[in-house]
């Protein structure tokens, strides 16, 4: 079989009719890093990447010189941006989304004729931190396939999510901080966002389980004392009802607002329970 274009791996992907170097492990002249994550950067000369990969890594390893020191030898220059061509000799490079994490790339090289792609670490389904794949043509496909086996089979995104978020709401409800480990570049933000919208949806903003929190260390957890804490925040509220009224219609008005809010079953509803 022909192959029509030779690439090769030493401690990272080399195309060596380029000399082109793609996450490379050990530092190199000029090597394209397609994302931030430890096991895809070391120490070149210069580095090409996207732009949010070159503020990714300048946090992640530091700033200023320690952050050259770590990355690139050179000084820091604007990242590329997804589809940007640039010409490295007779060859044309560009990056374009992988879906793995924010920045990461998939990096095309077309070069005599032929379009070869290292995809990097992929990620097919949608994320909510990162830009969503782009699916590139090629001729020659270099791929990162760590759970590309058959026998890594991951449940849906949406029941590992809820299944975090339950935890987590139920966790600090009892009283207990939860604790959660994720990798701290793509993960964390992946579940943080859907913390994020498992708050909103939830109803009960975190302000609500810290008062809780105390409100139970001072008068216990019995059924009368936890829902005691709505009722007092309801009747605190009662005057501002009153002051919001007066303020659009005079003091009839303020009545009535302080009549309604005192008498409405929803607030009377929420003035008992408790969310747990
Ligand atoms: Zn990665």
Redesign the pocket.
């Known amino acids: 079989m022909r192959v029509p274009y030779e690439v090769r791996y030493r401690r990272g992907v080399h195309l060596p009719a380029l000399d082109l170097w793609i996450d490379a492990r050990n530092g190199r002249e000029l090597a394209v890093v397609s994302?931030a994550?430890g096991?895809?950067i070391a120490r070149h000369r210069r580095a090409l990447c996207t732009e949010a990969t070159r503020r990714v890594l300048a946090l992640r390893t530091g700033s200023g010189s320690r952050r050259r020191r770590a990355v690139a030898e050179e000084p820091p220059r604007p990242g590329l941006a997804y589809g940007e061509e640039l010409e490295l000799r007779d060859a044309v490079l560009s990056l374009h989304p992988a879906g793995?994490?924010l920045g990461?790339s998939q990096v095309l090289v077309r070069h005599r004729g032929v379009r070869v792609l290292y995809s990097g670490?992929i990620k097919l389904r949608d994320g909510r931190t990162a830009e969503p794949l782009e699916h590139v043509e090629c001729d020659v496909l270099v791929v990162e396939a760590t759970f590309g086996r058959p026998e890594y089979r991951f449940p849906p995104t949406d029941h590992v999510a809820r299944a975090i978020c339950d935890f987590c709401l139920d966790s600090v409800a009892s009283g207990v901080t939860p604790v959660l480990y994720a990798y701290s570049l793509?993960k964390g933000q992946e579940v943080l966002s859907h913390l994020a919208d498992a708050l909103r949806h939830d109803g009960a903003p975190p302000l609500y389980y810290l008062l809780l929190h105390y409100w139970m260390a001072l008068f216990g957890r019995g059924d009368f004392a936890v829902r005691a804490l709505s009722g007092v925040t309801s009747v605190v509220s009662l005057p501002f009802f009153w002051a919001a009224g007066r303020r659009l219609g005079g003091r009839t008005v303020g009545w009535v607002a302080f009549g309604l809010a005192l008498s409405s079953p929803f607030a009377i509803d929420y003035a008992t329970s408790a969310r747990m």
Do not use: A
């Open positions: 994302h994550h096991d895809h793995h994490v990461s670490d793509g």
